[in-house]
T-cell receptor, first 115, second 111 residues
Framework: EPEVTQTPSHQVTQMGQEVILRCVPI?????FYWYRQILGQKVEFLVS????????KSEIFDDQFSVERPDGSNFTLKIRSTKLEDSAMYFC?????????????FGNGTRLTVT | GDSVTQMEGPVTLSEEAFLTINCTYT??????LFWYVQYPGEGLQLLLK?????DKGSNKGFEATYRKETTSFHLEKGSVQVSDSAVYFC??????????FGPGTRLSVLP
């Protein structure tokens, strides 16, 4: 079964540094998402992406965050200047279509630790 | 806005016990409802879903029925195994919106 893959599985960075989290969505999916989960807390929506542009973003997704689909397969999340509170699991997800009947398929996540 | 509430964990059961994890939601219209499971060190996996009232989603012995009258989607399993130990997330997806997840319920099954 096709799956969403994320790299790296764990990233440690110093406060103020830039990080790029990478994702390869399922190949025939058209909608892409980033979610994050701070340790022990709920899964929070960050951003959705369709047709090479952001379709929706949450309050968390401020100017420090950006997403890109640099080629036909990768989908990246960049944090320009990391803060301690950015430490979390970041999950990439994709779906075949938009709508109530199209569940999200998640990757295994990247654990980001900001020191 | 839309929201999902789950029973607080952790839930600790013995193997072969009956499991219920309560989930209720607040939403306009007719959302689809989902249960996702997160095993230790892994991502979120879709467990089951239901897209309309009275639908029953089922997978791997787990079941949940979409109850519009009580706005609930409780997860049940008749006989849990140690391998079911994980965090379970109830979620909804409304038309034109993004997934809304509940806070998750950690289940520990003891041998």
């Amino acid at each position: 079964e096709p799956e969403v893959t994320q790299t790296p599985s764990h990233q440690v960075t110093q406060m103020g540094q830039e990080v790029i989290l990478r994702c390869v969505p399922i190949s025939n999916h058209l909608y892409f998402y980033w979610y994050r989960q701070i340790l022990g807390q709920k899964v929070e929506f960050l951003v959705s992406f369709y047709n090479n542009e952001i379709s929706e973003k949450s309050e968390i997704f401020d100017d420090q965050f950006s997403v890109e689909r640099p080629d036909g397969s990768n989908f990246t999340l960049k944090i320009r200047s990391t803060k301690l509170e950015d430490s979390a699991m970041y999950f990439c997800a994709s779906s075949e279509m938009e709508g109530r009947n199209s569940p999200l398929h998640f990757g295994n996540g990247t654990r980001l630790t900001v020191t | 806005g839309d929201s999902v509430t789950q029973m607080e964990g952790p839930v600790t059961l013995s193997e072969e016990a009956f499991l219920t994890i309560n989930c209720t939601y607040t939403a306009t219209g007719y959302p689809s409802l989902f249960w996702y499971v997160q095993y230790p060190g892994e991502g979120l996996q879709l467990l089951l879903k239901a897209t309309k009232a009275d639908d029953k989603g089922s997978n791997k012995g787990f079941e949940a029925t979409y109850r519009k009258e009580t706005t609930s989607f409780h997860l049940e399993k008749g006989s849990v195994q140690v391998s079911d130990s994980a965090v379970y997330f109830c979620a909804l997806l409304n038309y034109g919106q993004n997934f809304v997840f509940g806070p998750g319920t950690r289940l520990s099954v003891l041998p």
